[in-house]
């Protein structure tokens, strides 16, 4: 949606204008393109989150994740054990 906000703005188009064909809040598009006014393409990106840091490293998350996409006769783990 970002890009599609900036290909619009340069296509002369409205805020207002912009947010009725992406169906968005005008605040948003204003947003966005002030950011890419100001940083160009770096504006687009996702700013660094605060919050606590992750519990587990990606790694382990993608073993979980792995694992549980798996069937349970696939591990060798009884049916039963799945719950």
């Keep these: 949606m970002r890009a599609r906000i900036v290909l619009y703005a340069a296509h002369s188009l409205r805020n207002d204008e912009i947010a009725a064909r992406l169906d968005t809040p005008r605040q948003v598009v204003s947003k966005w393109r002030k ?42 783990v009884p049916p039963a054990r799945w719950h």
């Design 35 to 76: 950011r890419f006014f100001d940083q160009r393409l770096a504006g687009l990106g996702d700013l660094p989150r605060g919050g606590r840091p992750p519990a587990f490293p990606p790694d382990v998350v993608v073993a979980v994740k792995a694992l549980a996409c798996e069937l349970p006769a696939a591990t060798g």
